[in-house]
């Protein structure tokens, strides 16, 4: 039947039979005129009822919302034959409470309970879930309560805690929906969404790599349809953006992409690696790095992340050291629970540790994302105060202690499972798959969300572009100013590293150093087709950064970071000199004592990169140069801190021979063009000499 005529047909169908409520039995003397209509529908609604009674013996939802939906499609068909059948309806109402569209129930079992209040001794319980799924919050306490008196406290003890559960979630629906968050939804565009589910959206820091899962049909030559008797799996598809434009989205290399479900999970801050679940053991987790402009084969992750039970998601810290992921391995709280593990001194995994009951509940918690702060932990759970279903909730690690999960709030919660949430480094932006949108392209479409903070004087407006859900008319502000976020307490620096005379990309090894701690925090690689760079830091530390490559000067500069500064982000290209006479090092992490030449401890780090310079390049002489950089900067004192570094070179082993030290006057000291920060009014670099 032609679905527009099949549509048209229910909706009026629907606003009549509501008005004319009598039930009408599934029998071919109701239908005398119409035999062959009849015995088509009676065809349908038999197949739905064979799914129906198959699917209804199974008490796990899982494997309800697999099957059940199967049952919407041939009792659509029968309904558009007799729309005043109770049975049909409640079977309908309730095979849509399984779907991605469970909004579509409420009216059936509506009106099934107009039909015939007894239909189903089932009917209050999946009525109150309607009511919850459309956000009638109270109807659906009252006939949660209705139903709670028909259980019995001994046999029905696990149904009750169910019902009870429902009704503290709609308690808790009640209270968000009337402080909704202000937040903007945009599709992601057609280069990113399709007609089939695209679910899954993972960007990497900066907002230029996004990584999807979509089960879109891979058409074979020549075909214009897909394979009905072939299921649709889950790829990975990549975009990059482009001029502020995502790129139409390409799946990734069959080496990654199988005849198997591979679901992306999380990308790294600078977008060079990425992981992804398999079908192994219902879910094990891998990881592909990018070489160059290829991805690398996936890597199983350990046994101490992978185990016989299923880990469903995964999350990188800023570092790189800490994986935090999803699993429901024995002896957890509940079903499914967040664990981490860190990274030791050898490169090598820990022990997984769970992260604790503040956040993990008895109940199942779905996946999780790390802010590239370091301390926000955004995860989806069925527990805490959820409305529904899955709830995107957030913590903050203060201390060694996770705040209490707070609820991300409607409309980016709703009664639906609202399961998976990326962000931005600068946490403004994010990115979610939801079904429940209006004008959804497909089965599940992607969603940029934009957060604009606190509610200032707004213009309202009600367009179905700003709007959640059909069943969500809530204002929306549009024409407002840029308002202050309280915004994550992190910087993010990225650049492009060149050979400074052939201006040619070069895949270097970067550290990024505590200083006063005098430890790297964390090695990466630029990548080598692009030379590109990234790097995501938490506030509140004096950061160095060295870049490094063999036979080349290495480049370093400094980050101090306030404990209270906001969100900022850096662009720092880098070219990197041959290491040859001629050539120049200036050094950003060498600090003093004001207006002294001591030597802080901060200065090792930096120090040390330079003696093991030295040594590897036994041939090289060197010129530690002092250069005041203002007009209250003294010749004298710039010359004492170039003999102080000397000093300490000639005291770790290197032959004074080959060193000597000069402080400039201000006129004769050259500006160096990769000085990024001065030390107070001082600079300090290294001119490599001739033998």
């Not at 796990?60 to 729309?83: G, H």
């Not at 790097?535 to 370093?556: C, E, M, Q, W």
Request: aromatic content about 10%; proline content about 5%.
């Amino acid at each position: 039947m032609d679905m527009k005529k099949l549509a048209l047909l229910l909706g009026c169908s629907l606003s009549v039979s509501l008005a004319m409520a009598q039930n009408v039995e599934f029998v071919k003397e109701n239908f005398a005129q119409n035999k062959d209509g009849f015995k088509e529908a009676k065809k349908r609604l038999d197949e739905g009822n064979d799914i129906f009674a198959a699917t209804s013996k199974k008490t796990d939802d899982t494997y309800r919302q697999k099957f059940y939906k199967d049952a919407v499609a041939p009792y659509l068909d029968a309904y558009a034959l007799n729309p005043n059948n109770a049975l049909l309806n409640y079977r309908l109402g309730v095979a849509y409470l399984f779907t991605d569209q469970k909004a579509k129930a409420l009216p059936y079992l509506e009106k099934a309970k107009k039909l015939n209040p007894s239909v189903d001794p089932e009917l209050s319980f999946y009525l109150a879930r309607a009511y919850q799924m459309n956000m009638e919050w109270q109807k659906a306490v009252t006939d949660y309560k209705k139903y709670l008196a028909t259980l019995s406290t001994d046999k029905g003890r696990a149904k009750v805690d169910v019902v009870n559960k429902y009704i503290r979630e709609s308690l808790s629906g009640e209270k968000l929906e009337k402080k909704p968050v202000r937040v903007f939804f945009d599709k992601a565009g057609e280069t990113i969404n399709s007609r089939f589910a695209d679910t899954q959206p993972v960007v990497n820091a900066d907002e230029t790599v996004m990584l999807f899962s979509s089960r879109r049909a891979v058409l074979a030559e020549g075909k214009t349809q897909p394979d009905k008797d072939k299921p649709l799996q889950d790829d990975i598809y990549i975009s990059t953006k482009v001029n502020g434009q995502w790129t139409p989205a390409k799946p990734l290399d069959k080496h990654i992409n199988t005849d198997k479900n591979e679901v992306v999970v999380a990308i790294s801050p600078d977008g060079q690696r990425f992981l992804f679940t398999g079908d192994e053991n219902d879910g094990n987790l891998y990881e592909c790095v990018l070489k160059g402009n290829e991805w690398s084969k996936p890597d199983e992750l350990p046994k101490e992340i992978n185990s016989s039970a299923r880990e469903s998601s995964a999350t990188y810290s800023y570092d790189g050291k800490t994986l935090y992921f999803v699993s429901d391995r024995a002896n957890g709280i509940g079903k499914g629970d967040i664990y981490f593990v860190v990274l030791d001194a050898k490169g090598n995994w820990g022990k997984a540790v769970s992260a604790g009951p503040k956040i993990n509940t008895a109940y199942d918690e779905g996946a999780v994302f790390m802010l590239p702060d370091g301390k926000t932990l955004y995860f989806s759970s069925e527990g805490h105060n959820s409305m529904g279903g899955y709830d995107i909730f957030k913590s903050v690690l203060e201390n060694g202690q996770w705040s209490e999960p707070e609820n991300l709030g409607y409309p980016v919660n709703t009664p639906e499972d609202d399961k998976f949430l990326t962000l931005t480094a600068n946490g403004r932006y994010g990115y979610m798959a939801s079904s429940r949108l209006d004008k959804s392209q497909g089965e599940s479409d992607i969603y940029r969300l934009t957060f604009i903070g606190a509610e200032k004087h707004m213009v309202l407006n009600t367009s179905d572009d700003l709007i959640a859900s059909t069943s969500m008319q809530v204002p929306q502000p549009v024409s407002m100013p840029v308002l202050d976020l309280k915004t994550p307490q992190t910087i993010l620096v990225q650049g492009i590293i060149l050979d400074a005379k052939t201006k040619k990309p070069l895949e270097a090894k970067v550290e990024v150093i505590d200083n006063l701690r005098k430890e790297v925090v964390t090695t990466f690689t630029s990548n080598s087709a692009t030379g590109h760079y990234l790097v995501t830091l938490p506030a509140g530390k004096n950061y160095g950064l060295a870049i490094k490559r063999d036979d080349y000067i290495f480049h370093s500069s400094h980050f101090n970071v306030p404990a209270t500064a906001g969100f900022k982000q850096v662009n720092q290209p880098v070219q990197l000199q041959p290491l040859e006479a001629g050539g120049v090092l200036p050094l950003h992490n060498i600090f003093f004592e004001e207006g002294k030449a001591a030597l802080l401890p901060e200065a090792t780090y930096e120090l040390k990169g330079l003696v093991a310079l030295l040594n590897d390049k036994k041939s090289l002489r060197v010129e530690v140069a002092g250069l005041p950089q203002s007009q209250d900067a003294t010749q004298s004192l710039a010359e004492s801190r170039a003999k102080a570094v000397l000093d300490y070179l000639v005291a770790n082993g290197i032959n004074a021979k080959r060193l000597q030290s000069k402080g400039y006057a201000l006129a004769d000291a050259t500006a160096t063009p990769e000085k990024i920060l001065p030390v107070e009014d001082y600079g300090l670099e290294i001119r490599f000499l001739a033998k």
